[in-house]
């Protein structure tokens, strides 16, 4: 296997890289406030992008990456010929150098850090380790020939350990000049609240369908399935994976079999659980088993009163059905976090996984019993 061959850690399933995406759709608060900032008197030196996973986080810091390479600071001598332009726009054009240098992650102002290749046990790294951000010392200790901006990408920032991470906290604590960080992060809560305290955050909310579907065609997935939109909850990246393992089929499926309770279809069970836990389809079993999960949170909704935009066209009675009131909406949910931990609990101690899905659905029946 080759270097370009090897896994990335940054990069979704079926997806381009981030590096690879032109355009950030969506998030029009968001780049509003760094371009104010970018072209205001001081960019602040580490951004925390947060948000739900899949919503653009790291192709919004990737295409802050080449605006702020690719565009010097201004300097005190920046007015001697008139004033330049203040730019209107983060965008680069996809043959500047800069763009093209990043693209082939060989651009010397920029320094990516994520989990990297484990060579002797052949698979990504666990975590960010403290050696990943000690190459900080070095990337900041070259001068840059220009004059430029030196940024640096974490994605994720979720994924480093203790050490590393209090070995990034002292760089944001004495940040070199002209130095900007760019953090991702899935679980900002989960952070040092000193790593938080010392960065500005940007939150990304989950992307309306019309940019959803936007930002799928630029990922290769153009004219999506309507049921997309409500199954991915604004995610590109959960969008493109439930595409690639044709996500809405199997949601149908589980709410068939849901339609079918309290007298579960039996045999129909068994097929499905056969279907979902084929060798070698574990990409497929984890996105059914996030769709049985997502089912029994959007039945509880559902019993609220505040039911989810429909994935189906039947999905609105199936799930008034099990739910029609509040008190059921508090069985179902009691039983989605149930199952959610039982089924956790389970992949993690490699318990049958067919066994498993005949449980839930046996679960669900039983509940569905229950007045």
């Given at each position: 296997?080759?270097?370009?061959?090897?896994?990335?850690?940054?990069?979704?399933?079926?997806?381009?890289?981030?590096?690879?995406?032109a355009q950030v759709y969506g998030h029009d608060d968001a780049k509003a406030q760094l371009l104010e900032a970018v072209t205001g008197t001081r960019m602040h030196h580490a951004w925390l992008i947060t948000g739900p996973k899949g919503v653009g986080k790291a192709?919004?810091?990737w295409s802050l990456a080449r605006f702020l390479i690719a565009t010097p600071p201004e300097t005190d001598d920046a007015g001697l010929f008139g004033d330049t332009p203040k730019p209107t726009s983060l965008d680069i054009a996809a043959d500047h150098p800069v763009a093209r240098r990043m693209a082939a992650l060989s651009e010397p102002g920029?320094?990516?850090?994520?989990?990297?290749?484990?060579?002797?046990?052949?698979?990504?790294?666990?975590?960010?380790?403290?050696?990943?951000?000690?190459?900080?010392?070095?990337?900041?200790?070259?001068?840059?020939?220009?004059?430029?901006?030196?940024?640096?990408?974490?994605?994720?920032?979720?994924d480093m350990n203790p050490s590393a991470a209090n070995a990034l906290l002292k760089v944001l604590?004495?940040?070199?000049?002209?130095?900007?960080?760019?953090?991702?992060?899935?679980?900002?809560?989960?952070?040092?609240?000193?790593?938080?305290?010392?960065?500005?955050?940007?939150?990304?909310?989950?992307?309306?369908?019309?940019?959803?579907?936007?930002?799928?065609?630029?990922?290769?997935?153009?004219?999506p399935d309507p049921a997309l939109a409500p199954l991915a909850g604004g995610s590109v990246g959960e969008a493109i994976r439930l595409a690639t393992q044709n996500g809405p089929a199997l949601y149908g499926e589980i709410l068939a079999l849901l339609a079918t309770c309290p007298n579960l279809d039996r045999p129909r069970t068994q097929a499905f659980a056969e279907h979902i836990t084929q060798r070698g389809k574990d990409d497929r079993l984890a996105v059914a088993l996030n769709l049985l999960d997502l089912a029994l949170s959007r039945t509880a909704r559902a019993g609220t009163g505040l039911a989810p935009e429909s994935a189906t066209p039947d999905e609105p009675d199936i799930l008034k059905r099990l739910a029609p009131d509040p008190k059921s909406a508090q069985k179902w949910a009691a039983l989605q976090q149930d199952l959610s931990q039982r089924i956790g609990h389970g992949r993690a101690v490699n318990v049958d996984a067919q066994s498993l899905v005949l449980d839930a659905f046996l679960k669900i029946n039983e509940t569905a019993s229950r007045p």
């Open positions: 296997m080759t270097e370009d061959d090897l896994p990335e850690a940054d990069r979704a399933d079926g997806a381009p890289h981030p590096r690879e995406t192709t919004l810091a920029l320094l990516l850090i994520r989990r990297v290749w484990d060579k002797d046990k052949k698979r990504l790294k666990g975590q960010i380790t403290v050696d990943e951000v000690r190459k900080l010392g070095a990337f900041f200790g070259l001068s840059s020939t220009d004059g430029g901006r030196r940024v640096v990408i974490v994605d994720s920032i979720d604590e004495e940040p070199p000049k002209n130095a900007v960080l760019l953090l991702v992060s899935h679980a900002p809560a989960r952070l040092l609240p000193t790593i938080r305290s010392r960065c500005r955050e940007l939150r990304l909310p989950a992307l309306q369908t019309d940019a959803l579907a936007q930002a799928l065609a630029q990922a290769g997935h153009p004219d």
